[in-house]
């Protein structure tokens, strides 16, 4: 990108000097062109008349007025004739032998005046080259075909290319080794920007930011002299980005908070490379943080892209920045258990877990009192990486209720209390009562009526066969 911007600025620079020059030599009687034509500011003696932007002849430079200015006076005169929708006339020659020029006149406009200085230029003298060059002029006047028009503009362009290249070649070598000495210097930098981070900050994402800031620092600094030997002006330049910054702003407005939100984010460290972090919907291992975007690779192999702008502007859980982490496991057991016995019990179990952290020590709390359980909350602190977690969180929860039940502390299931009432054993009860005398029979009587009383029970949600049920069901 930066080698065609160098191609392409020498010639609109040539363009802008050509547009402020002055008008062409009014065709006037006090018009001399005795003397020899003197060399032009920008080095040129000829330069292209264009008749819709292709090259018809070339003019030369006069006295105090370079041919690049003759010619763009010329070519503003022409370009107002076919602006204009009459129709245009023949090009006409009116030659003035006593003062030696020639008049070339479209509907009675003057275009150009032909001086003996072309004459001289040209080698022929001024009625015969006034006459080609009007003879040109028609031709190319009237609306050409299609395909010679295309042509004539492809030879126009590369002509004018080739005479911009050869006339500032020396500044675009010197331009093209100031690249080459800008990309040679700034990787050097980089280098010498990275030895120095690491050497400093210990991270590897503030390496990498130092390490581009350097570089880019660089290419910045060569790119703005590279343009000045091209002759750029910095003045032209920096108005021009005045007027143009608003415009940039709204629409590069999200690409630039993304890159804002990066160097914020790479200074600011709330997390590093490797880091197993949260950031919205999003968890996993982050593999990458650049200017524009956070790279992380999710648990289940996924890679993700996020925005740093999204990244700044979501709360972030960084799991591994310290390298332990609380795990937590929650036993029930009976409430006729000890709970003495159990807190024992499940400390001697962790301590055949070798992967849980001695220090901070263990902790075994009373978390609940519930319906059919006293529940306890094992808490211990295990390595922070996502694997080793969750393996020794599984083997410490399995080492705890094998030893429990070894020792013989129950771990209960829920219990639920139903209550039971038979109508139809009341029903009988009353049957036998008025059949039954007041002596002997008033034995079965009585027992007829205890097992007409409501009976409860407790059984287990294994025994019914059920997940769950209400604390009491009455049928």
Do not use: H
């Amino acid at each position: 990108m930066l080698l065609i911007l160098i191609l392409l600025l020498p010639a609109a620079r040539l363009q802008a000097q050509e547009d402020a020059g002055p008008e062409e030599l009014p065709a006037t009687p006090a018009a001399t062109d005795s003397q020899p034509p003197e060399r032009s500011d920008n080095g040129l003696f000829f330069a292209d008349v264009l008749v819709r932007g292709q090259p018809v002849f070339q003019v030369g430079s006069l006295t105090g007025l370079s041919a690049s200015d003759r010619a763009q006076t010329i070519n503003r005169r022409i370009a107002g004739l076919l602006s204009k929708s009459q129709t245009l006339g023949d090009v006409t020659v009116q030659v003035d032998e006593k003062r030696q020029i020639a008049l070339l006149t479209v509907n009675n406009r003057v275009i150009m005046t032909v001086t003996q200085q072309d004459a001289t230029d040209f080698g022929l003298p001024v009625a015969e080259l006034a006459k080609q060059w009007a003879d040109r002029l028609n031709q190319v006047l009237t609306q050409p075909n299609l395909a010679v028009d295309v042509l004539q503009r492809l030879d126009g362009t590369a002509r004018q290319l080739v005479d911009n290249t050869i006339v500032l070649l020396p500044s675009l070598i010197g331009a093209l080794v100031l690249v080459v000495l800008t990309w040679l210097v700034a990787i050097g930098v980089r280098r010498v920007g990275l030895l120095w981070a690491g050497q400093t900050e210990g991270d590897r994402s503030t390496e990498i930011l130092i390490g581009r800031l350097c570089y880019g620092g660089v290419w910045v600094l060569g790119s703005i002299v590279a343009l000045g030997v091209l002759g750029l002006d910095f003045a032209t330049l920096l108005g021009t980005l005045g007027l143009t910054s608003v415009a940039i702003g709204f629409s590069l407005k999200d690409v630039l908070s993304n890159y804002i939100s990066g160097v914020i984010l790479l200074a600011a460290r709330p997390f590093r490379i490797s880091d197993q972090v949260v950031i919205g919907n999003y968890e996993g291992t982050v593999v990458q943080i650049q200017l524009r975007a956070t790279t992380m690779r999710t648990y289940d192999g996924r890679l993700v892209y996020i925005p740093n702008q999204q990244v700044f502007q979501s709360s972030v859980v960084n799991n591994t920045d310290s390298p332990v982490r609380r795990s937590d496991v929650v036993v029930g057991i009976d409430y006729d258990a000890d709970i003495s016995t159990a807190r024992q019990v499940i400390l001697e179990a962790l301590k055949q877990v070798k992967e849980i952290e001695p220090e901070p020590p263990p902790q075994i709390l009373v978390q609940e009192l519930a319906a059919s359980t006293v529940n306890l909350v094992v808490r211990f602190w295990v390595n922070s990486r996502r694997q080793s977690f969750l393996q020794v969180t599984s083997v410490a929860a399995q080492v705890i209720k094998e030893q429990l039940q070894a020792a013989g502390v129950e771990m209960p299931t829920e219990i639920y209390t139903l209550t039971f009432r038979d109508r139809s054993a009341v029903k009988a009860f009353d049957v036998i009562a008025s059949e039954m005398g007041p002596d002997g029979e008033q034995t079965q009587a009585e027992e007829a009526r205890s097992e007409a009383k409501p009976k409860t029970a407790k059984v287990s949600t294994e025994d019914l066969g059920i997940s769950k049920a209400p604390p009491s069901a009455e049928s």
